[in-house]
């Protein structure tokens, strides 16, 4: 069922609710979009999955391809936003009824959700133990710390990439002079000096 159930809805008569009701789940539109052949409007997620097994529309059965269908007008997304609905938790004892575009916030801080957010301190809520806002507060402080500590770390292996690529790239230098005045011998030296000290920060890199 991709609609939004139709027994959630406060203040509206069946029959109007017939207007804001998708052909195929039989529930209140949820991301409508209208059919280009006869105008019908779905939910987008029913009609694209109608369409995913057949080719015509349901209610004309016309030809119909995923891209002849467009999103509704705006008109009727916001009637659908300001809809009166009852909370997920309605069953659980909450008695609230808000506008559907405020419906995932109340959501997410409702007395009823047990997985919800503290309204003091924005963070989750563990149902099993007593919330206290401090303790929590000092445990994200901690983590945030610690993202803070690898990104440092992380920072460190980039520069340390940095100086092996000015590494490389006096290696190359070496190798140009070579063919002008060096000695063949004090090239060769730092030749290796290089290649010595590439192999050891590729190594301190991989740590
Ligand atoms: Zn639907
Ligand atoms: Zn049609
Ligand atoms: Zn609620
Ligand atoms: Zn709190």
Redesign the pocket.
């Known amino acids: 069922m991709s609609g939004f159930d139709r027994s959630r809805v406060v203040g509206v008569s069946d029959e109007e609710l017939d207007e804001y009701t998708c052909g195929i789940c039989l529930e209140v539109f949820v991301n409508p979009v209208v059919?280009?052949?006869?105008?019908?409007t779905y939910c987008h997620e029913c009609i694209h999955n109608w369409l995913s097994e057949n080719n015509?529309?349901?209610?004309?059965?016309?030809k119909?391809r995923p891209r002849g269908v467009s999103p509704a007008p705006r008109v009727l997304v916001n009637l659908l936003n300001k809809m009166k609905v009852k909370c997920d938790f309605y069953a659980n004892g909450c008695e609230s009824v808000v506008k559907m575009h405020e419906l995932s916030q109340h959501i997410e801080y409702c007395d009823y959700n047990a997985n919800r957010k503290c309204k003091t301190c924005h963070l989750a809520i563990d149902g099993n133990t007593q919330h206290n806002c401090i303790d929590n507060l000092l445990i994200q402080n901690q983590s945030l710390r610690n993202d803070n500590q690898r990104l440092k770390a992380k920072n460190n292996k980039l520069s340390m990439k940095g100086v092996i690529s000015l590494a490389r790239k006096d290696l190359d230098n070496y190798e140009v002079r070579s063919k002008s005045r060096m000695s063949s011998s004090e090239v060769n030296k730092c030749i290796e000096r290089s290649q010595e000290m590439i192999i050891l920060l590729t190594v301190v890199n991989k740590k």
């Open positions: 059919t280009q052949c006869c105008q019908q015509t529309c349901p209610n004309d059965r016309k119909l």
